[in-house]
């Protein structure tokens, strides 16, 4: 399968006919589709779609002139000619890879006094209030700011109490810059920042490698198309949050990350997950659902610690094969929305035992009754 600039090749058996070109309507849009082979099949067009409407091959419903096309026949046997106009439906809950869902941040209505003969009553408030927080800050370590309706970081954060500031909570707002004085906070060990505006070039990546200690970074629901890879210089780190961002890599200096236990980059536009993710073998837990995966690395088996697999909303067809016999700590998989049917799971190595696994661990959650979301894809057992 190839893809043109303008369209999409799809390459067929050996043939010398000519090819077709023809349109998909989908979503109020049209989406042209040069250099087709007539003998393609129609499950080699849905292939190709799937990147083009984010739309998993198994829910796209293809329509001619008032005829569901058949994933086993031709465009040759379906009657598809040049030209021709073809209506692509979604089933719902097969869409993968939708990008950024950002929430209204809940944020606390500012309360302002405009009664005059109160101005200074309110300000001595206000006063005692900003010095409360500062000693509780100090007091603490911790610096909690979620949900004030902050445009920027106040400039109190840069205070005395950042030199002993272990937590900084800013989730929940809408500050569009991260400053070089980030950097200042030598033992900050967890940043927030869900929820905000933040872009690619409104975070001072370089003043973040001076955080040795911290140990969790969170920067989900922003405006992130792409990672720094400043990133790769926190020994430290065990969490990183990047979820419902626009993402469509991460960098290679993420795998000196030797600490890294968590990695959630659900819901972006990620295409490849290169094979360096086997050398973080500390990872426990790793989302990467609803994102534009076909495959994955076989160095994945290299995770030996690996507890926690979410790859839903993907167009994954396979597993690496030695998933299930490499990593024996495994034991919750979630294969929601993807190609990957029960049959091709019981080929793989390993399957028995880690089937027993997961069956063990949600026995335990029901024996002391543990309400959760299932661990697995049951869906999975549709063929």
């Known amino acids: 399968m190839e893809t043109g ?6 390459s067929g058996a050996t043939t010398t006919t000519t090819t077709i070109s023809l349109s998909v309507k989908f ?13 393609s099949t129609i499950k080699d067009f849905k292939a190709l779609l799937q990147p083009l409407t984010n739309v998993l091959p198994r829910g796209q419903k293809l329509i001619s002139k008032g005829k569901l096309l058949v994933d086993a026949m031709t465009l040759r046997e379906s009657e598809i000619t040049n030209g021709a106009k073809i ?10 890879g939708d990008g950024p869902i950002l929430k209204q941040a809940q944020s606390r209505p500012i309360s302002r006094d405009n009664n005059a003969d109160r101005s200074d009553k309110g300000k001595a408030k206000k006063a005692a209030v900003d010095k409360n927080r500062l000693e509780r800050w100090k007091a603490t370590g911790v610096i909690g700011l979620s949900e004030c309706n902050l445009k920027a970081i106040p400039e109190e954060v840069w205070g005395d109490s950042r030199t002993s500031a272990r937590v900084l909570d800013l989730s929940n707002n809408v500050i569009q810059e991260v400053p070089a004085l980030i950097g200042c ?10 929820s905000n505006d933040i872009s690619d070039d409104s975070v001072s990546w370089e003043a973040l490698k001076s955080l040795k200690s911290l140990t969790v970074l969170s920067l989900n629901q922003n405006r992130l198309t792409r990672l720094s890879s400043d990133l790769g210089w926190l020994p430290s780190l065990r969490q990183l949050h ?3 961002n626009m993402l469509s890599s991460l960098p290679s200096e993420l795998r000196y990350l030797p600490k890294l236990e968590v990695l959630k980059v659900n819901n972006n536009r990620i295409t490849t997950i290169p094979p360096w993710i086997g050398d973080l073998i500390s990872l426990i837990e790793v989302d990467l659902s609803s994102n534009l995966l076909s495959d994955l690395p076989e160095t994945f088996s ?6 926690s697999l979410s790859l839903s909303n993907n167009g994954l067809k396979s597993l690496p094969s030695s998933l299930f016999k490499m990593c024996l700590m495994l034991t919750r998989l979630d294969l929601h929305n993807t190609e990957i049917t029960m049959d091709i799971l019981r080929q793989i190595e390993g399957w028995e035992n880690f089937d027993e696994r997961r069956r063990l661990k949600q026995q ?3 024996d002391f009754r543990v309400v959760g979301s299932a661990a697995f894809d049951e869906g999975a057992d549709k063929s």
Request: aromatic content about 0%; charged content about 15%.
């Open 27 to 39: 979503s109020g849009r049209t989406i042209p589709i040069t250099n087709l082979s007539p003998d």
């Open 5 to 10: 600039v303008t369209g999409a090749d799809v």
């Open 242 to 244: 990047v979820a419902n």
């Open 87 to 96: 209506m692509l439906m979604a089933s719902q809950g097969l869409h993968q």
């Open 302 to 307: 290299n995770l030996h610690n690996l507890k």
């Open 364 to 366: 335990k959650k029901l």
């Open 185 to 194: 906070m030598n033992s900050l060990q967890k940043l927030l920042l869900d």
